[in-house]
């Protein structure tokens, strides 16, 4: 299905297990990222940061912008990256890391400075609609 309102935009992004923290689509509130707005008789395509917002592309029409808006959304693997985990240690990652790959679950992480240059945190990322195989792990 190749969407053609924001409406549709927004049932591919749930059906594919995106999520909206980065995109207004159909008018739902973000800090920052992308979204689509109509003005008048045009629609643009925006970026905001910091309450910072610049229109960065206009369309004549509902379709031209939600088709643009697809194909950027579809490309952006952070869309469909979802936080399962903040881990203290490499036990607690080998051990739910463990758990992801009985359930066959697509799963990454990575490691970011917390408290301090001594203090590494490891984040788990599970993939698209793997999501839905790990709520229970969430808790």
Not at 13 to 41: A, P, Q, T, V
Not at 89 to 114: A, C, M, Q, W
């Amino acid at each position: 299905m190749h969407p053609e309102t924001e409406i549709e935009l927004v049932k591919w992004m749930e059906d594919n297990c995106y999520h909206f923290d980065g995109y207004s689509i159909n008018g739902n509130f973000i800090y920052e990222g992308f979204g689509i707005e109509k003005n008048g008789n045009l629609y643009s395509w925006y970026f905001t940061e910091r309450g910072n917002r610049e229109n960065l592309k206009y369309f004549s029409t509902e379709k031209e912008a939600v088709n643009f808006a697809f194909e950027q959304i579809k490309t952006d693997q952070t869309a469909k990256t979802h936080c399962i985990a903040i881990l203290k240690n490499e036990d607690e990652l080998k051990s739910l890391t463990s758990e992801l790959e009985k359930r066959g679950v697509k799963h990454r992480f990575d490691k970011i400075p917390y408290g301090g240059k001594n203090d590494i945190r490891i984040r788990v990322f599970v993939i698209g609609c793997d999501i839905k195989k790990v709520q229970d792990l969430k808790k």
